[in-house]
Each structure stands twice: as C-alpha cells, then as structure tokens.
C-alpha cells in the first residue's frame, strides 16, 4: 500500500480484556518496528521485526505483550489481560532497510488503545 | 543507557516568527539523527542527519548536526499555523536496531 496502515485505530478495553492491533507495513519494506506512545511523551521501542524474525524485542513491557509477524509482511501486537497503564497510542514503523542502516522509517497513524 | 533530551517542551509563537528547536543526544555508536512532525497521530519524517556541519533544507524547515557537541537544531522561519504540531527528535545507533525518541517540542503558531 501507500502507507503503513494500523487497525483498528481506537480500541477501549476492559481491565483484564486481551485485545490485538494490526500493522500492515509498506510493500517490500523489511524492517518492522512497534512503538509505545504515552500521553505527552515520545514514542518508545517495544520491539523490531526483520521480514519474519523477531530480532529485538527488548521494550516490551512484560510478557503480557507478545509480537508476530509470521509471513514477513503483516504484524500483530497483543496485549493480554490489559492493565490501565496499557493505555496509550501504538505506533507501527517500517522502513525498507534492515535496522539500523541510514534509512527513515515511516510511521502508521497508530491505534490510541483506552483501557477502562 | 541512550538519551535524547529536545528543549523547549512547548512554544507559543506569532505566524512569521522564527523558532529553532533544539534536540541534544547521548547515545552509544551513533549513526544519525532524524526528526518528525507529528499531528494527531503519525510521525511525518522530515530530515535524516548523519554527518556534522551539513544543512538540510526543505521549505521553511532547516536543520544541522553537531556531532563534536552532541546536538542538532531545527529552524522553521516564516512559521504558519498549519506548523503547529509536534516535533519528535530520535537517533539510531548501530547497536540495536530502533530509534530512541526525545520527548518532544509542542509548537504552537497563533494568529
């Protein structure tokens, strides 16, 4: 597609609810990225995703959080028995080179997840 | 552990003013630093930096890097309401593949 495209883009939750945000990245790019984005505050590394595998998974939070991405394209994040503090805008990333080699990547408009 | 402080927090300007945002890093292996608008939701790339003393321009929009003193700036001249946004600094290093963000600068241009 055109952009990285994020679904859905709200989702309430129940305390205790699980729930799955989809990230669908640009055509051919390889490197795939989740951030956490609390109010008032940048984005922060949740984990990184080279085509299939799952290299860096160093930010997610606890292991309530849990990242896929099984055809290389296509990505997942769920959260289990979401807590309050899960609240927050989760941002997908791609960019079309591996890691940290010079390139931008370009964000999705992200999914501001409110759990009550 | 990596750190991008950006400065001021929040601005309030009169369109035509300029501004210049500031985003100082602490990072291990640095390999560049990009900046982002963001509205609403998503980041916009605006400029990647990777080597020292190098302007980038695009519009209105400007921004150096200073890799002796660990700092970049961003210009915006002539502002309009529409650049009213957010401004994300982040580096990335060559030791994990993913950008470390600042906390941002809330720009607002009023009338």
């Known amino acids: 597609g055109a952009g990285v495209s994020q679904s859905p883009r709200y989702k309430v939750a129940k305390r205790g609810q699980d729930v799955a945000l989809r990230c669908d990245p640009i055509?051919?790019?390889?490197?795939l990225f989740w951030y956490q984005q609390a109010l008032g505050q940048g984005p922060e590394f949740l984990t990184y995703f080279q085509n299939e595998a799952q290299l860096d998974k160093s930010g997610l939070p606890s292991d309530r959080f849990f990242a896929e991405r099984p055809e290389g394209s296509v990505s997942t994040l769920k959260i289990q028995r979401t807590q309050q503090e899960d609240s927050a805008v989760y941002l997908c990333a791609s960019s079309r080179s591996r890691g940290s080699m010079n390139t931008e990547a370009f964000f999705g408009q992200g999914t501001r997840l409110t759990v009550v | 552990e990596d750190k991008v402080v950006q400065s001021p927090l929040s601005l309030v300007v009169h369109e035509g003013d300029t501004v210049t945002l500031n985003c100082s890093y602490e990072?291990?292996?640095?390999?560049?630093l990009l900046w982002y608008k963001q509205e609403k939701k998503a980041p916009t790339f605006l400029f990647m930096l990777t080597s020292s003393g190098i302007e980038k321009k695009s519009g209105r929009l400007s921004s150096i890097l200073d890799k002796k003193e660990l700092f970049s700036i961003l210009n915006i001249t002539a502002t309009q309401t529409g650049d009213s946004a957010i401004y994300l600094c982040?580096?990335?290093?060559?030791?994990?593949?993913?950008?470390?963000f600042g906390t941002g600068t809330r720009l607002q241009v009023t009338l």
């Open positions: 982040a580096t990335y290093t060559g030791t994990a593949s993913k950008l470390t």
């Open positions: 990072v291990t292996n640095f390999r560049s």
């Open positions: 055509s051919g790019h390889v490197s």
